[in-house]
C-alpha cells in the first residue's frame, strides 16, 4: 500500500494547518512559567517588539518576593553594560509574589540605586530619587499578582507603570535609567542570582 503524505491526504490547506500549529506551538515553547506567573517570550512597547533577556525570581532570605523580566530590541546582553547600550525602547517587569509596603519599596529603590554608584554620581540624582520613591506613597502596599514596570523610550525618558498606569512624568534623563537598573545589574545588585538570569546567564 503507498503511504500517503499528509499534502496528498488532506490538501494545501492542511500543510498550511500544520505549519499554523508549528508556530503557535513555538511562541507558546517560548514562553516561560516562574511561581506561577506567566513569562512572555516578547512584548510590544511604544511600537517596538521586544524580546525577553532574561527572567528570574528575587529571594529575600527564603522568601519569594517577585519575579522579575528584561526585555530588549537585541539578542541577549550578557553583561550590564550591554543592558544600557542596548538600542532602543527597554523594559523591566516585576510581578509580586507577595505583599510589600509601597513606602518600603520606594526606600529599597533608593538604596538600590545608592549602593551601585558613587557619591558625586548618586547627588547628582537625588531630586530624581526622591520623586520616584514618592511614586509609591499613594499606595499604602502592593500584592501578590501587581506589577511594577520600567521602561525606557528614547527621546521620551524612563516610565514608571503601577498595574500598567504610568505613575508622574517621565525621568528624562538616561544616566537615571541606567541608576534604576543598577538595582537589579549593579555592582551590589538586589539579588546576585537575578542578575545573572536578567543578563540570561545559566542560574545554578
Do not use: C
Not at 505583599?99 to 531630586?127: C, Q, R, W
Request: hydrophobic share 45%; no cysteine; glycine share 10%.
Amino acid at each position: 500500500m503507498t503511504k500517503l503524505s499528509f499534502r496528498e491526504l488532506f490538501g494545501p490547506l492542511g500543510a498550511v494547518l500544520v505549519l499554523m500549529l508549528s508556530l503557535a506551538g513555538s511562541a507558546s515553547a517560548s514562553e516561560i512559567e516562574l511561581s506561577g506567573i506567566k513569562v512572555p517570550a516578547t512584548v510590544n512597547v511604544a511600537g517596538s517588539q521586544l524580546v525577553r533577556n532574561g527572567a528570574g525570581i528575587r529571594y529575600k532570605a527564603i522568601f519569594k518576593v517577585y519575579v522579575a523580566s528584561l526585555y530588549l530590541t537585541t539578542d541577549k546582553a550578557n553583561t550590564p553594560a550591554k543592558v544600557v547600550a542596548a538600542p532602543g525602547p527597554k523594559r523591566l517587569v516585576l510581578t509580586l509574589l507577595r505583599t510589600v509596603k509601597s513606602d518600603e519599596l520606594g526606600k529599597l529603590f533608593a538604596h538600590g540605586i545608592e549602593d551601585n554608584m558613587d557619591y558625586s554620581k548618586f547627588s547628582k540624582l537625588v531630586p530624581g530619587v526622591m520623586r520616584m520613591s514618592g511614586i509609591f506613597s499613594k499606595y499604602k502596599s502592593l500584592g501578590e499578582g501587581e506589577t511594577i514596570t520600567v521602561d525606557w523610550i528614547p527621546g521620551k525618558g524612563m516610565l514608571v507603570l503601577v498595574n500598567g498606569v504610568q505613575e508622574g512624568e517621565p525621568f528624562k534623563e538616561p544616566e537615571f535609567f541606567e541608576a534604576m537598573m543598577g538595582i537589579w545589574l549593579g555592582k551590589s545588585p538586589a539579588d546576585w542570582r537575578l542578575k545573572d538570569a536578567l543578563l540570561g546567564k545559566p542560574v545554578e
